[in-house]
């Protein structure tokens, strides 16, 4: 059942107040709506899912991939930002995120990607027995069906899936684009020439090289979104409440036994301004799905966090829990942009090109339907992996000593460190001339060192926390992602892309040369993934842990967080598998606790 609480507010407020649940889920976004779905399987339970946004259904900003990023400063964008990164030129950054049923999926850029198989495994390094490569694997591809390419596509692209390595039964449908312009192809041409291999199978573990990405959209080219793949198909359940409008402000904690803090409700504040409480039944849980950003936000408002932060802000402290807000990172991302020659059209060709403009959206979809994941290795000179080794032989301040250790390793043993894809657009530059179809490649350090934090800010939910990513603190950080992107440039001095560029780089521009030019570049330039994570870390307490392998808050009997701030390492990968397989994994534990 959908509740609307903005135009249902009295039957609601009935059935929240008439009602105890087994499991009230704060959030319904890309974790909340999988978890809610696959807890109310059983219908003897009573599941409450709580979310602030509205629904996706309808709504070509959600519906539509083209339209993927236009839902920036829009009413279902939170529209964060980070706090000024003081390496980074004291630039703050845009974070925007999802305030929809479906959170970050019903918004995001639909790339379905896979991690190489350490990244999961490091999950289970970093001091989480059974959250490896091989149980991740499992649920996330519980959470997937695969569309087999059309003949047609697969001629003529070559597009090719292998079906064991995919889920074939799933909620949310993966699709190859039905169109993909030849500027992506060619960037496949490219990356060959440059000798990166072409990866005909990579959503098993191996994602080195390049490769035809997947979508997250169905074989009708609509977005998939968490709502539209887990929950409508179960709209009708009488055991599944989702609420939209729902803006959770706080739980309510008290003294359980064993010295353990419970959650005894989760207030909601209904858009006419009131305010009523869901309550878990007697074995009932809260689970925390709000996002990376709001979950720790959520936490240490309600009393579970960092003593001297609450402290500082004289909120009651029910658990003394350092971790909550720490371990913060994203993906730190620049851009390089050029010009197509005449006669090669991307998106901007909308603004000028009236035939194009007619065909669209059947022939332009919006497609980064080629990625090229590349380890250190590829990318770097043997005198440079020389000057890597000098650099990783200190851990900056404020990365743990674990991770530190894991992401040496997966430097030196061939793990991906950067993503290159295409954004078929203008992105940045000083200059977007008229009639002029541009292309913008985005390269991305997937294994960045430097940590930050979220925490409040004030004692209102309606203040944004301070989000501070931390980005570039470390040395190898810039330094690698300066190196990284000066590599993009080469793919541009191929045969394959010479045919179809313009020779001058429209931004940076040639001008920027030595690695000094590139790191100022960088600095001045820097942008995040919108792949924030490990705000609510799984892993030991004794380690800044805010999660047990159960997913369970420490110091809490029936709170239990499982959004992507549980990751406590980034993975090279878009985010979005890894929240859902998170999410499948997470009832499974739960529906055996
Ligand atoms: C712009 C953008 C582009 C991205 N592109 C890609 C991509 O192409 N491929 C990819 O794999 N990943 C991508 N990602 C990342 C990926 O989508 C996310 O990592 C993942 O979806 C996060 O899932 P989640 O469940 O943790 O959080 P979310 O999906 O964000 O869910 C959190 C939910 O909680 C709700 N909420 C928050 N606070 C409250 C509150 N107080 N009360 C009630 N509800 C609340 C939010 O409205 C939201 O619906 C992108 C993300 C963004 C933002």
Redesign the pocket.
């Known amino acids: 059942t959908l509740l609307n609480l903005q135009s249902s507010a009295s039957i609601a407020k009935k059935l929240i107040n008439g009602n105890q649940f087994d499991y009230i889920i704060?959030?319904?976004?890309?974790?909340?709506l999988?978890l809610a779905r696959r807890l109310s399987d059983d219908p003897k339970v009573k599941v409450l899912v709580?979310?602030?946004?509205q629904s996706g259904v309808g709504n070509p900003t959600v519906t539509v991939p083209e339209k993927?990023?236009s839902?920036?400063a829009t009413g279902i964008d939170?529209l964060y930002s980070t706090s000024p990164q003081v390496h980074a030129n004291n630039l703050e950054i845009n974070?925007?995120?999802?305030?929809?049923?479906?959170?970050?999926?019903?918004?995001?850029?639909?790339?379905?990607?896979r991690p190489f198989k350490t990244d999961w495994d490091d999950f289970e390094n970093m001091g989480n027995p059974g959250w490896n490569w091989k149980n991740l694997y499992t649920a996330a591809r519980k959470s997937e069906k695969v569309n087999i390419p059309q003949a047609q596509f697969a001629r003529e692209y070559g597009y090719k899936v292998n079906p064991a390595s995919h889920g074939t039964s799933g909620p949310v449908q993966a699709s190859f684009p039905p169109f993909i312009p030849p500027q992506h192809l060619k960037f496949i041409n490219a990356s060959i020439e440059l000798g990166h291999e072409f990866n005909t199978d990579p959503y098993a573990g191996d994602n080195v090289g390049v490769w035809f990405g997947l979508?997250?959209q169905t074989s009708q080219n609509s977005r998939e979104t968490?709502e539209f793949a887990y929950f409508d198909p179960v709209l009708n359940r009488q055991n599944l409440i989702v609420c939209s409008y729902?803006?959770?402000?706080k739980l309510n904690l008290s003294d359980a036994s064993r010295g353990l803090v419970q959650s005894t409700g989760v207030q909601?504040r209904f858009p006419d301004g009131s305010v009523v409480t869901a309550k878990p039944n007697k074995s009932g849980e809260v689970i925390m799905?709000?996002?990376?950003?709001?979950?720790p936000?959520?936490l240490e408002l309600s009393g579970i966090g960092n003593k001297s932060i609450l402290q500082k802000h004289k909120i009651p402290v029910k658990v003394d829990l350092p971790g909550v807000g720490e371990n913060y990172e994203d993906h730190t991302l620049t851009i390089l942009t050029y010009k197509l020659k005449p006669g090669y059209l991307s998106f901007d060709a909308l603004g000028y090109n009236s035939t194009l403009a007619a065909e669209a959206p059947t022939k332009i979809t919006f497609t980064?339907g080629v990625l090229n994941f590349a380890p250190a290795q590829s990318i770097l000179s043997a005198a440079d992996m020389q000057t890597a080794k000098k650099l990783l032989q200190t851990k900056p301040p404020s990365t743990p000593q674990q991770s530190f250790n894991l992401i040496k390793n997966k430097v030196f043993s061939g793990v991906p460190q950067a993503e290159y894809i295409l954004f078929n657009s203008f992105s940045g530059g000083p200059v977007k001339e008229p009639n002029t179809s541009y292309i913008s490649m985005a390269v991305t350090h997937l294994h960045p060192l430097s940590r930050g934090s979220i925490h409040i800010n004030t004692t209102s939910?309606d203040d944004h926390p301070i989000i501070n990513p931390n980005v570039l603190e470390s040395d190898w950080d810039s330094w690698f992602l300066a190196k990284a992107t000066a590599y993009g440039r080469k793919f541009f001095e191929t045969e394959a892309f010479k045919e179809i560029f313009e020779p001058a780089e429209v931004f940076p521009g040639l001008q920027t040369q030595t690695q000094a030019d590139w790191e100022d570049f960088i600095t001045k330039n820097v942008n995040i993934?919108?792949?924030?994570?490990g705000t609510a870390s799984l892993m030991p307490r004794n380690k800044n842990g805010v999660v047990d392998t159960n997913l369970k808050v420490y110091g809490t009997s029936n709170i239990r967080v499982?959004?992507?701030?549980v990751m406590p390492l980034l993975v090279s990968?878009?985010?979005?598998?890894?929240?859902?397989a998170?999410?499948e994994r997470a009832a499974q534990l739960i529906q055996s606790s």
């Not at 799905?289 to 979950?295: E, I, L, N, Y």
Request: net charge negative.
């Open positions: 704060v959030g319904g976004g890309t974790t909340g999988t709580l979310e602030a946004g993927s990023f839902f920036i939170w974070l925007s995120q999802g305030k929809v049923l479906g959170g970050d999926s019903a918004v995001n850029g639909l790339v379905w990607s979508s997250s968490s729902a803006f959770v402000t909601i799905t709000a996002g990376s950003v709001r979950t936000q959520l980064q939910i993934g919108y792949h924030s994570v499982a959004d992507v701030s990968a878009h985010t979005q598998t890894t929240a859902y998170i999410a």
